[in-house]
């Protein structure tokens, strides 16, 4: 319940609030049960005794009842409009079969305009007892003939109907088209543009919306946005960005995934509101879609998957975003991929001199497939590893999709979170929304409850990459944490016993002695109940608000 000073405006840049009577997460004091905000920034965290100074010279007084305030999280990797659209429209991540995946296109198709291009998303075969994707015979049925796009899960190939490819000229010519299977490389991509051609600008709007309030009402304060011209369009990328700029929802950092050689490419960048030359900028693919670059092929395909870019045009790239002062990224999931960009990153590092390289705090997306050499190369040239547990609880495991693809001991070796906190390596967290939903607590317990145990880090860690290390990849270090002087960004939670949560039972795994002095967490074994969000402010301003009861 909160009091408020009738005087007072919820949208008044100084307004004072006094949170008290709660857990307040900060490493300023880890008994502190009471925060003050002033504006936009975090004044004072404390004791409940010392709250009573305070609450005469408040604007706000927000009576917590025992409930949890931790940092408001950052999702370092979303596809917002995609989210949004997945969100309001056709989503079969939860179908079961194939059979209940044409079902529900038939029933999506049934409640749309004669005329209209349908959208889906989140099929996933390697789930399914058929083992198999939809024909194209089976689509043009579901559909009625129409013009149908349905994404993979991960968001790497897609399959359609005959209609749609009618709308592309020259598709069937196109590299990664198949006349049955699932379309994958320029064939996708082309197919891809047709049909999000097709999104009015109302659609798009409503989709980002619904995307945006989804993540505020998990207490995600932040999400960075990973567009580019093989993603969506620079309308779609700079519509999100003024949406978001409007101040009524998580904040936005942009990143536009193309290659630049030249500062004048560099200022097209940031013309376009763009952090960085970097996110999904595609060194190769996913493992799912059989298109992420491997040393060796896969287990259940005679190939080694896609490269897209070589150590060359990755170090070109480095160079010329450091130069620029801009930050450069990529998307690279498997082994070969992953020795192409630490190449790469460590070729532009002697062109331009180590030191700057590294205070660009340069990143890669996914960062699966990592080995001793790579993940040694990550810590000395101070790369981000933006990094998805979700896909882990999701494909990992002996009898998991990883598996399948790379066989059980290439399989364990996937998403090694422990080995890059002991390198020094930065980690940021996200989903990869829509491939993976947005659950900002369900991603912190994938890492700490990994499929392969040697690799689970700590709940403490992990939360700190969903917090912190979101912003300290883009290069804040002041954020994240609450703590004065800090973004007033933080999440109230309803939740359980805070506990202190280690990933391996040889170790003590929890303790409430409040002695240790480490704030402690919800406890996130599986099966407990996640925390239930009840607030999110932004830069001090609530977003999302739920009563608490």
Sequence with gaps: MSERNPDSSERHPSRTVLLRGGEVHSPADPFATAMVVEGDRIAWVGEEGAADSFADGVDEIVHLDGALVTPAFTDAHVHTTATG????????????????????????????????????????????????????????????????????????????????????????????FHPEAPLTGDAHHAVRAAAHAT???????????????????????????????????????????????????????????????????????????????????????????????????????????????????IAAHVAACTEAGIQAGFHAIGDAALTAVTDGVRAAAERVGTARVRAARHRVEHAEMLTDTTVAAFADLALTASVQPAFDAAWGGPDGMYATRLGAERAAGLNPYAALLRAGVP?????????????????????????????????RAAFTAHTRGGWRAIGRDDAGVLVPGAPADYAVWRTGDLIVQAPDERVERWSTDPRSGTPGLPDLTPGNDLPQCLRTVVGGRTVFDRPIE
């Design 85 to 176: 659209l997945a969100l309001t429209g056709l989503d079969l991540s939860g179908a079961a079969t194939l059979a209940d995946a044409l079902d529900r296109i038939r029933a999506h198709a049934a409640g749309r305009p004669a005329g209209s291009v349908l959208l889906g998303h989140g099929w996933d075969a390697s789930a399914w007892p058929e083992g198999r994707p939809p024909s194209r015979a089976e689509l043009d049925a579901a559909a009625g003939g129409r013009p149908l796009y349905l994404t993979r899960v991960d968001v790497h190939s897609a399959v359609v109907t005959t209609a749609l490819l009618d709308l592309v000229p020259g598709i069937r010519d196109r590299s990664g």
């Design 427 to 459: 980690l940021a967290l996200g989903s990869d929304s829509p491939v993976t939903p947005l659950d900002p607590w369900g991603t912190v317990r994938a890492a700490v409850f990994h499929r392969t145990r040697a690799h689970g880090i700590s709940a």
């Design 199 to 313: 999104v009015t600008s109302a659609q798009r709007a409503e989709a980002q919306a619904a995307a945006l309030a989804r993540a505020a009402s998990l207490g995600i304060g932040t999400v960075h946005e990973c567009a580019g011209p093989e993603i969506s369009s620079e309308d779609d990328f700079t519509a999100l960005l003024a949406r978001a700029a409007a101040g009524t929802g998580p904040r936005v950092v942009g990143y536009w995934a193309q290659l630049i050689a030249s500062a004048k490419e560099a200022d097209r960048i940031r013309e376009l509101g763009a952090r960085g030359a970097a996110g999904d900028l595609f060194a190769d693919g996913s493992l799912g879609s059989h298109t992420a670059h491997l040393h060796a092929p896969y287990a259940d395909a005679g190939h080694t998957g896609a490269a897209h870019l070589d150590a060359d045009a």
